[in-house]
């Protein structure tokens, strides 16, 4: 009921950090443009297979951006899905099930919803069945406008495999909706080609597969590499149709790709003699870009604090000039001066600056090696809550009582 969550603000305004001064509002009134990038894990990043670059385009628009090596996918079983629930709500998806199917009618006050009010047009890209994941009616719940979903593309046998309509094609017929849409938008762009067990058609590999026991990590390089291209030309296709210097442009990766089941052939990639539990969650790492034109590429950083899809949606609020004072959200600003080394994985594991814990074991990140608990305990009970506390939110859907209470929170 309404008490519980007065706990839980309690802990979330305690928990609060300031936003950077210099950064907030520095994208004010911009589009924004994010791009979910499926199943990209962070180990690919200035990598090679076979001596070549897998993700040449994104190895040069970090040099352009600011980059967080850190940051990590906090997804469960609602894989894209929770991603999308991470970065636009604050709050964990849940231990069991998706989110988006188990309370898709909740009170929300997501991302889109709040922009809605400052006046934003906001609309999602994706390629898929409107209803797969339960989007069509999640959605609306979140905010959005418009939901242009498979109807709306042209798809045929020659533009798509695996999944469907292959990123290229995905991303040049969107722009031609987002040339028409209103500003300022917000919005989402959801790819699909590098999606478990990775197909491409020999035409369009431009790296080799790998040699390994694992078919799929063999096919994922060249399906990453295929991705990262149709993310070269939808760069530049926003440039030009002049829709790039007055954006900010967010690209995340959704969720591991590689599952443990491949751990032999990921030792082997990755040159170790095994895949252990501390080597499995630092695998849990997707890139994290937030690209300001004008900003970015005059002083572009790589950003080391831990930090994860939750941190997301107060750091592009307070980017757009919008106080999240008001808000209840479990993340904080990547900006903020005092933002904590620390990152809840959905399955109870947690990192922090110096420490790795998974499964009751605590580890040392400079060795990988398993170290004294005592080090980890300060946290343990941190995890436990703002899985515990998040959780209560969603399964009571406790946010009707807050809007109710303070509904007005983002009307100017
Ligand atoms: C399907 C796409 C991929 O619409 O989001 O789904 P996933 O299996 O990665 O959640
Ligand atoms: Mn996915």
């Not at 095994?274 to 997707?286: A, K």
């Amino acid at each position: 009921d309404s008490s519980e969550l007065a706990d839980i603000e309690n802990y979330i305004r305690a928990n609060e950090k300031a936003p950077n001064k210099q950064l907030f509002g520095i994208a004010k009134n911009r589009n924004v443009i994010i791009v979910s990038m499926e199943s990209l894990q962070s180990f690919v990043i200035n990598n090679t297979v076979n001596g070549q670059e897998i993700t040449p385009f994104l190895n040069d628009f970090i040099k352009q951006s600011y980059y967080f090596d850190n940051f990590y996918h906090q997804t469960g079983q609602g894989k894209t899905s929770d991603a999308e629930f991470l970065i636009e709500n604050s709050l964990y998806p849940l231990g069991r099930g998706a989110v988006f199917f188990t309370n898709a009618t909740n009170e929300y006050n997501a991302t889109p919803e709040i922009l809605k009010n400052y006046g934003y047009y906001t609309a999602v890209f994706h390629a898929n069945n409107k209803s797969f994941w339960n989007r069509d009616v999640m959605y609306q719940s979140l905010g959005y406008d418009r939901y242009f979903s498979l109807n709306d593309f042209d798809v045929n046998e020659e533009n798509s495999v695996g999944w469907g309509l292959k990123d290229k094609y995905f991303f040049e017929q969107s722009i031609a909706y987002l040339k028409t849409l209103p500003q300022p938008f917000y919005t989402k762009f959801i790819t699909l080609t590098n999606h478990f067990p990775f197909e491409l058609g020999e035409e369009d590999r431009m790296v080799p597969e790998y040699t390994s026991n694992s078919r799929t990590l063999n096919r994922y390089f060249p399906t990453v590499r295929y991705m990262d291209e149709s993310l070269k030309l939808f760069i530049e296709s926003l440039k030009k149709e002049g829709l790039y210097q007055n954006s900010i442009i967010i690209l995340y990766g959704d969720h591991y790709g590689i599952s443990e089941n491949h751990n032999e052939a990921m030792a082997q990639y990755l040159g170790k003699q095994e895949i252990t539990p501390f080597d499995h969650v630092q695998l849990q790492r997707v890139p994290l870009i937030i690209h300001i034109p004008g900003v970015t590429d005059r002083d572009p950083k790589v950003i080391s604090k831990v930090s994860g899809q939750i941190d997301v949606k107060p750091t592009l609020l307070h980017l757009l000039g919008i106080d999240t004072k008001n808000d209840l959200h479990f993340g904080q600003d990547l900006f903020a001066k005092d933002k904590l080394d620390f990152v809840v994985l959905r399955d109870g594991s947690f990192v922090t600056k110096d420490y790795v814990y998974k499964d009751n074991v605590c580890y040392d990140k400079k060795t990988g090696l398993k170290t004294d608990i005592s080090y980890c305990e300060p946290y343990v009970e941190k995890a436990k809550q703002e899985l515990d506390y998040s959780d209560k939110i969603v399964y009571g859907d406790l946010l009707r009582f807050y809007n109710g209470k303070n509904g007005t929170n983002y009307k100017k």
